[in-house]
Protein backbone atom coordinates (compact mmCIF):
# COMPACT_ATOMS: atom_id res chain seq x y z
CA UNK A 1 0.00 0.00 0.00
CA UNK A 2 1.30 3.15 -1.03
CA UNK A 3 1.62 6.28 1.37
CA UNK A 4 -0.97 8.05 -0.15
CA UNK A 5 -3.33 4.89 -0.23
CA UNK A 6 -2.71 3.83 3.68
CA UNK A 7 -3.30 8.01 4.34
CA UNK A 8 -6.67 7.94 2.27
CA UNK A 9 -7.40 4.86 4.44
CA UNK A 10 -6.62 6.01 7.45
CA UNK A 11 -8.46 9.37 6.75
CA UNK A 12 -11.61 7.55 6.35
CA UNK A 13 -11.46 5.57 9.64
CA UNK A 14 -10.63 8.92 11.54
CA UNK A 15 -13.35 10.44 9.68
CA UNK A 16 -16.15 7.75 11.07
CA UNK A 17 -15.12 7.32 14.02
CA UNK A 18 -15.56 10.95 14.72
CA UNK A 19 -18.96 11.17 12.77
CA UNK A 20 -20.55 8.07 14.32
CA UNK A 21 -19.07 9.03 18.07
CA UNK A 22 -19.95 12.93 17.97
CA UNK A 23 -23.12 12.80 19.73
CA UNK A 24 -21.82 10.50 22.50
CA UNK A 25 -18.02 11.92 22.56
CA UNK A 26 -18.81 15.26 23.21
CA UNK A 27 -21.17 14.52 26.06
CA UNK A 28 -18.31 12.30 27.83
CA UNK A 29 -15.99 14.76 27.38
CA UNK A 30 -17.76 17.78 28.70
CA UNK A 31 -18.74 15.75 31.71
CA UNK A 32 -15.51 14.30 32.32
CA UNK A 33 -13.97 18.24 31.92
CA UNK A 34 -16.76 19.05 34.87
CA UNK A 35 -15.45 16.13 37.44
CA UNK A 36 -12.17 17.04 37.81
CA UNK A 37 -13.63 19.42 39.83
CA UNK A 38 -16.58 17.47 41.17
CA UNK A 39 -16.39 18.47 44.87
CA UNK A 40 -16.04 22.70 44.21
CA UNK A 41 -18.62 22.47 41.63
CA UNK A 42 -20.65 19.87 43.98
CA UNK A 43 -20.66 22.67 46.78
CA UNK A 44 -21.65 25.57 44.76
CA UNK A 45 -24.76 23.12 42.65
CA UNK A 46 -26.26 21.78 46.10
CA UNK A 47 -24.94 24.32 48.69
CA UNK A 48 -27.12 22.94 51.06
CA UNK A 49 -25.44 20.04 51.72
CA UNK A 50 -22.20 21.49 52.75
CA UNK A 51 -23.72 24.05 54.85
CA UNK A 52 -22.33 22.52 58.31
CA UNK A 53 -21.57 24.92 61.08
CA UNK A 54 -17.82 23.83 62.09
CA UNK A 55 -15.59 21.07 62.11
CA UNK A 56 -15.54 19.36 65.52
CA UNK A 57 -16.90 16.21 65.41
CA UNK A 58 -19.43 14.45 67.83
CA UNK A 59 -19.32 10.23 68.64
CA UNK A 60 -21.20 8.24 66.03
CA UNK A 61 -24.41 7.23 67.69
CA UNK A 62 -25.13 10.78 67.89
CA UNK A 63 -25.24 11.00 64.07
CA UNK A 64 -26.66 7.20 63.58
CA UNK A 65 -29.80 8.85 65.95
CA UNK A 66 -30.31 12.28 64.06
CA UNK A 67 -30.23 10.09 60.81
CA UNK A 68 -32.87 7.75 61.99
CA UNK A 69 -35.36 10.51 62.81
CA UNK A 70 -35.41 11.08 58.85
CA UNK A 71 -34.86 7.95 57.34
CA UNK A 72 -38.20 5.34 56.62
CA UNK A 73 -39.08 2.24 57.79
CA UNK A 74 -37.06 -0.32 56.72
CA UNK A 75 -34.00 1.84 55.71
CA UNK A 76 -31.06 0.36 57.08
CA UNK A 77 -27.87 2.26 57.59
CA UNK A 78 -25.03 0.95 55.33
CA UNK A 79 -22.49 3.20 55.97
CA UNK A 80 -20.76 6.42 57.83
CA UNK A 81 -18.41 9.02 56.45
CA UNK A 82 -16.62 11.41 58.57
CA UNK A 83 -14.94 14.48 56.73
CA UNK A 84 -11.21 14.76 56.28
CA UNK A 85 -11.70 18.84 56.78
CA UNK A 86 -14.49 21.14 56.30
CA UNK A 87 -17.57 19.25 55.03
CA UNK A 88 -20.49 17.38 56.31
CA UNK A 89 -21.13 13.71 57.97
CA UNK A 90 -22.47 11.65 55.55
CA UNK A 91 -24.37 8.72 55.90
CA UNK A 92 -25.70 5.70 53.31
CA UNK A 93 -28.68 3.70 53.81
CA UNK A 94 -30.45 1.01 51.78
CA UNK A 95 -33.44 2.38 50.47
CA UNK A 96 -37.04 0.72 51.61
CA UNK A 97 -38.59 -1.33 49.17
CA UNK A 98 -36.24 -0.44 46.30
CA UNK A 99 -36.80 -3.00 43.25
CA UNK A 100 -34.11 -4.74 41.51
CA UNK A 101 -32.39 -2.96 38.75
CA UNK A 102 -28.98 -3.19 36.95
CA UNK A 103 -26.47 -1.31 37.81
CA UNK A 104 -25.21 0.16 41.74
CA UNK A 105 -28.03 -0.57 44.34
CA UNK A 106 -29.90 2.75 45.46
CA UNK A 107 -28.50 4.45 48.26
CA UNK A 108 -30.21 7.18 50.41
CA UNK A 109 -27.66 9.88 51.86
CA UNK A 110 -28.21 11.88 54.85
CA UNK A 111 -26.04 14.65 55.06
CA UNK A 112 -25.07 15.80 58.86
CA UNK A 113 -24.03 19.00 60.62
CA UNK A 114 -20.80 17.63 62.29
CA UNK A 115 -20.72 19.91 65.91
CA UNK A 116 -24.31 19.59 65.66
CA UNK A 117 -25.27 15.88 64.29
CA UNK A 118 -28.76 18.30 62.42
CA UNK A 119 -29.66 16.86 59.11
CA UNK A 120 -28.92 19.04 56.39
CA UNK A 121 -30.18 17.07 53.58
CA UNK A 122 -31.91 13.72 52.95
CA UNK A 123 -31.47 12.41 49.14
CA UNK A 124 -31.33 9.89 47.37
CA UNK A 125 -27.58 8.37 46.16
CA UNK A 126 -27.89 8.96 42.66
CA UNK A 127 -29.57 12.68 43.19
CA UNK A 128 -27.86 16.07 42.19
CA UNK A 129 -26.55 17.60 39.17
CA UNK A 130 -22.58 16.61 39.98
CA UNK A 131 -23.87 12.94 40.53
CA UNK A 132 -25.50 12.89 37.53
CA UNK A 133 -22.94 13.98 35.44
CA UNK A 134 -20.90 11.11 36.98
CA UNK A 135 -23.52 8.61 35.97
CA UNK A 136 -23.79 10.55 32.43
CA UNK A 137 -19.38 10.28 32.41
CA UNK A 138 -19.40 6.64 33.14
CA UNK A 139 -22.08 4.99 31.69
CA UNK A 140 -24.06 7.35 29.54
CA UNK A 141 -27.20 6.81 32.13
CA UNK A 142 -27.81 3.21 30.08
CA UNK A 143 -27.90 1.04 33.59
CA UNK A 144 -26.01 -2.13 32.89
CA UNK A 145 -24.30 -2.06 29.36
CA UNK A 146 -23.37 1.64 29.41
CA UNK A 147 -20.00 1.11 31.22
CA UNK A 148 -19.48 -1.39 28.34
CA UNK A 149 -20.56 1.03 25.69
CA UNK A 150 -18.50 4.03 27.04
CA UNK A 151 -15.44 1.14 27.38
CA UNK A 152 -15.40 0.69 23.20
CA UNK A 153 -16.04 4.21 22.75
CA UNK A 154 -12.63 4.90 24.34
CA UNK A 155 -11.27 2.08 22.48
CA UNK A 156 -12.77 4.10 19.68
CA UNK A 157 -11.09 7.45 20.82
CA UNK A 158 -7.91 5.79 21.07
CA UNK A 159 -8.21 4.83 17.29
CA UNK A 160 -8.46 8.40 16.54
CA UNK A 161 -5.81 9.96 18.35
CA UNK A 162 -3.46 7.86 16.49
CA UNK A 163 -5.05 7.99 12.92
CA UNK A 164 -5.31 12.09 14.06
CA UNK A 165 -1.67 12.27 14.53
CA UNK A 166 -0.90 10.30 11.26
CA UNK A 167 -3.33 12.92 9.28
CA UNK A 168 -1.73 15.97 10.75
CA UNK A 169 1.77 14.73 10.12
CA UNK A 170 3.25 17.07 7.28
CA UNK A 171 3.39 14.78 3.81
CA UNK A 172 6.63 16.58 3.01
CA UNK A 173 8.80 19.71 4.72
CA UNK A 174 9.57 19.79 8.08
CA UNK A 175 8.17 18.64 11.30
CA UNK A 176 7.45 22.38 11.97
CA UNK A 177 5.24 23.01 9.23
CA UNK A 178 2.76 21.02 10.94
CA UNK A 179 2.48 23.90 13.75
CA UNK A 180 1.52 26.81 11.83
CA UNK A 181 -1.80 28.15 12.07
CA UNK A 182 -3.00 28.61 8.81
CA UNK A 183 -2.66 25.27 7.35
CA UNK A 184 -6.37 25.98 5.67
CA UNK A 185 -8.35 28.72 3.98
CA UNK A 186 -10.74 27.73 7.51
CA UNK A 187 -10.55 28.73 10.58
CA UNK A 188 -12.45 25.70 12.09
CA UNK A 189 -10.01 23.40 9.62
CA UNK A 190 -6.76 25.51 11.10
CA UNK A 191 -9.01 24.89 14.95
CA UNK A 192 -9.28 21.12 14.38
CA UNK A 193 -5.98 20.81 13.06
CA UNK A 194 -4.29 22.46 15.61
CA UNK A 195 -6.26 21.70 18.79
CA UNK A 196 -5.95 18.12 17.39
CA UNK A 197 -1.94 17.87 17.63
CA UNK A 198 -1.88 18.95 21.24
CA UNK A 199 -5.09 17.39 23.05
CA UNK A 200 -3.70 14.04 21.03
CA UNK A 201 -1.35 12.37 23.66
CA UNK A 202 -3.45 13.37 26.77
CA UNK A 203 -6.35 12.36 25.10
CA UNK A 204 -5.20 8.81 23.81
CA UNK A 205 -4.17 8.55 27.23
CA UNK A 206 -7.62 9.68 28.99
CA UNK A 207 -8.91 6.95 26.31
CA UNK A 208 -6.73 3.95 27.17
CA UNK A 209 -7.43 4.57 30.83
CA UNK A 210 -11.38 4.92 30.50
CA UNK A 211 -11.17 1.75 28.80
CA UNK A 212 -9.40 0.28 30.91
CA UNK A 213 -11.63 0.99 34.06
CA UNK A 214 -14.58 0.01 31.78
CA UNK A 215 -13.09 -3.64 31.23
CA UNK A 216 -10.75 -4.08 34.38
CA UNK A 217 -10.36 -7.79 33.99
CA UNK A 218 -9.15 -7.78 30.42
CA UNK A 219 -6.33 -5.43 31.10
CA UNK A 220 -5.87 -6.84 34.33
CA UNK A 221 -4.93 -10.37 32.58
CA UNK A 222 -2.89 -8.15 30.22
CA UNK A 223 -0.45 -6.78 33.16
CA UNK A 224 -0.81 -10.01 35.12
CA UNK A 225 -2.88 -8.53 37.74
CA UNK A 226 -6.14 -10.80 37.44
CA UNK A 227 -6.79 -11.03 41.44
CA UNK A 228 -7.67 -7.03 40.83
CA UNK A 229 -10.61 -5.94 42.35
CA UNK A 230 -13.86 -5.74 41.17
CA UNK A 231 -16.26 -8.16 38.77
CA UNK A 232 -19.29 -10.57 40.24
CA UNK A 233 -17.76 -10.95 43.99
CA UNK A 234 -17.98 -6.99 44.16
CA UNK A 235 -20.87 -6.32 42.65
CA UNK A 236 -22.87 -8.82 45.26
CA UNK A 237 -20.71 -7.34 48.22
CA UNK A 238 -22.40 -4.16 46.83
CA UNK A 239 -25.61 -5.42 47.14
CA UNK A 240 -25.76 -7.28 50.53
CA UNK A 241 -28.08 -6.12 52.81
CA UNK A 242 -26.82 -4.44 56.41
CA UNK A 243 -28.04 -6.29 59.67
CA UNK A 244 -31.04 -4.76 61.05
CA UNK A 245 -29.83 -5.50 64.77
CA UNK A 246 -26.26 -5.89 65.24
CA UNK A 247 -24.68 -7.59 68.33
CA UNK A 248 -22.09 -5.33 69.19
CA UNK A 249 -23.33 -1.43 69.50
CA UNK A 250 -21.59 1.33 67.72
CA UNK A 251 -19.54 2.81 70.45
CA UNK A 252 -18.28 -0.45 71.36
CA UNK A 253 -16.99 -1.16 67.89
CA UNK A 254 -15.38 2.17 67.62
CA UNK A 255 -13.54 1.39 70.80
CA UNK A 256 -12.45 -2.02 70.21
CA UNK A 257 -11.46 -0.88 66.94
CA UNK A 258 -9.32 2.57 68.49
CA UNK A 259 -8.00 0.29 70.87
CA UNK A 260 -5.82 -1.80 68.43
CA UNK A 261 -5.48 1.01 65.93
CA UNK A 262 -5.97 4.90 67.17
CA UNK A 263 -6.58 7.13 64.44
CA UNK A 264 -9.16 9.54 64.19
CA UNK A 265 -12.55 8.14 62.89
CA UNK A 266 -13.18 8.20 58.86
CA UNK A 267 -15.91 5.98 57.98
CA UNK A 268 -17.88 2.55 59.41
CA UNK A 269 -19.43 -0.07 57.74
CA UNK A 270 -21.76 -1.95 58.98
CA UNK A 271 -21.47 -6.12 59.11
CA UNK A 272 -24.16 -7.27 56.41
CA UNK A 273 -25.76 -10.78 55.57
CA UNK A 274 -22.53 -11.85 53.29
CA UNK A 275 -20.29 -10.28 55.67
CA UNK A 276 -20.66 -10.30 59.70
CA UNK A 277 -18.01 -7.86 60.62
CA UNK A 278 -17.53 -4.38 61.25
CA UNK A 279 -15.30 -2.51 59.23
CA UNK A 280 -13.86 1.02 60.87
CA UNK A 281 -10.99 2.84 58.71
CA UNK A 282 -9.07 4.98 61.29
CA UNK A 283 -6.78 7.91 60.03
CA UNK A 284 -3.21 7.82 61.79
CA UNK A 285 -0.94 10.67 60.85
CA UNK A 286 1.29 10.74 58.02
CA UNK A 287 0.61 6.44 57.56
CA UNK A 288 -1.74 5.11 55.60
CA UNK A 289 -5.48 5.06 56.98
CA UNK A 290 -6.06 1.47 58.79
CA UNK A 291 -8.96 -0.67 58.08
CA UNK A 292 -9.78 -2.42 60.96
CA UNK A 293 -12.28 -5.97 61.16
CA UNK A 294 -14.30 -5.70 64.49
CA UNK A 295 -16.59 -9.01 64.26
CA UNK A 296 -19.87 -8.72 65.10
CA UNK A 297 -20.63 -11.90 67.20
CA UNK A 298 -17.60 -11.32 69.80
CA UNK A 299 -16.48 -8.04 69.49
CA UNK A 300 -12.83 -9.11 68.13
CA UNK A 301 -10.50 -6.11 66.80
CA UNK A 302 -8.51 -7.15 63.87
CA UNK A 303 -6.15 -4.63 61.77
CA UNK A 304 -6.54 -6.08 58.11
CA UNK A 305 -3.94 -6.21 56.07
CA UNK A 306 -2.80 -3.19 53.95
CA UNK A 307 -5.27 -3.51 50.90
CA UNK A 308 -3.37 -3.76 47.94
CA UNK A 309 -5.23 -1.67 44.73
CA UNK A 310 -2.86 -3.25 42.23
CA UNK A 311 -0.09 -0.54 41.33
CA UNK A 312 -1.30 -0.43 37.84
CA UNK A 313 -5.12 -0.47 38.13
CA UNK A 314 -4.02 2.53 40.88
CA UNK A 315 -2.48 4.60 38.82
CA UNK A 316 -4.72 4.31 35.71
CA UNK A 317 -8.01 5.69 37.85
CA UNK A 318 -5.28 8.16 39.28
CA UNK A 319 -4.39 9.18 35.74
CA UNK A 320 -7.90 9.18 34.54
CA UNK A 321 -9.87 11.43 37.36
CA UNK A 322 -6.55 13.11 38.80
CA UNK A 323 -7.05 12.23 42.22
CA UNK A 324 -4.31 13.17 43.69
CA UNK A 325 -2.42 14.09 40.71
CA UNK A 326 -1.66 18.23 41.40
CA UNK A 327 -3.13 20.97 39.97
CA UNK A 328 -1.27 20.86 37.20
CA UNK A 329 -2.15 17.43 35.69
CA UNK A 330 -5.66 18.10 36.43
CA UNK A 331 -5.85 20.91 34.29
CA UNK A 332 -4.77 18.97 31.85
CA UNK A 333 -7.49 16.27 32.13
CA UNK A 334 -9.77 19.17 31.50
CA UNK A 335 -8.23 20.78 28.83
CA UNK A 336 -8.51 17.08 27.41
CA UNK A 337 -12.06 17.11 28.54
CA UNK A 338 -12.78 20.39 26.59
CA UNK A 339 -10.83 19.97 23.32
CA UNK A 340 -12.55 16.67 21.95
CA UNK A 341 -15.63 18.68 21.99
CA UNK A 342 -14.18 21.03 19.99
CA UNK A 343 -12.60 18.71 17.88
CA UNK A 344 -15.78 16.88 17.20
CA UNK A 345 -18.19 19.99 16.06
CA UNK A 346 -15.03 21.30 13.94
CA UNK A 347 -15.21 17.82 12.28
CA UNK A 348 -18.74 17.32 11.62
CA UNK A 349 -18.36 21.60 9.96
CA UNK A 350 -15.03 20.12 7.66
CA UNK A 351 -16.98 16.67 6.79
CA UNK A 352 -20.42 19.00 5.92
CA UNK A 353 -18.32 21.65 4.13
CA UNK A 354 -16.61 18.73 1.53
CA UNK A 355 -19.79 17.00 0.96
CA UNK A 356 -21.45 20.55 0.07
CA UNK A 357 -18.10 21.44 -2.47
CA UNK A 358 -18.39 17.47 -3.52
CA UNK A 359 -21.92 17.67 -4.75
CA UNK A 360 -20.86 21.06 -6.07
CA UNK A 361 -18.39 19.65 -8.08
CA UNK A 362 -20.55 16.69 -8.99
CA UNK A 363 -23.55 19.37 -10.44
CA UNK A 364 -20.53 21.08 -12.37
CA UNK A 365 -19.74 18.37 -14.24
CA UNK A 366 -23.52 17.04 -15.12
CA UNK A 367 -24.08 20.52 -16.13
Not at 92 to 120: E, H, I, N, S
Not at 300 to 322: C, E, N, S, Y
Request: with cysteine; charged share 15%.
Amino acid sequence: MTKLAMRRAWFQVHKWIGLILAILIIPLSLSGAALVWYEPLDRVLDPARYAVSGDMVLAPDAYVAAARTVLAPGERIATLAVPDGHGPVVIAATVAGATPRLGPPQRMLVYLDPPTARVLVKAPGNSGIMRTVHILHGSLLVPGVGRTIVGWIGVAMAVSCFTGLWLWWPMSGRFARGLRWRRHRNTDTNLHHLFGFWVALPLFMLSLTGAWIAFPSFFAALVGQSGQRGGPDRAMQARAQPLATPAQSLATVVAHASAVAPGDLRSIAWPTDRTPDWTVTLARGGRSPASVKVADDTGTAVVAPARRDGGVAQLVRRLHDGTGMGPVWQAIIFIGGILPAILAVTGIIMWWRARRWRAAVAARRAG
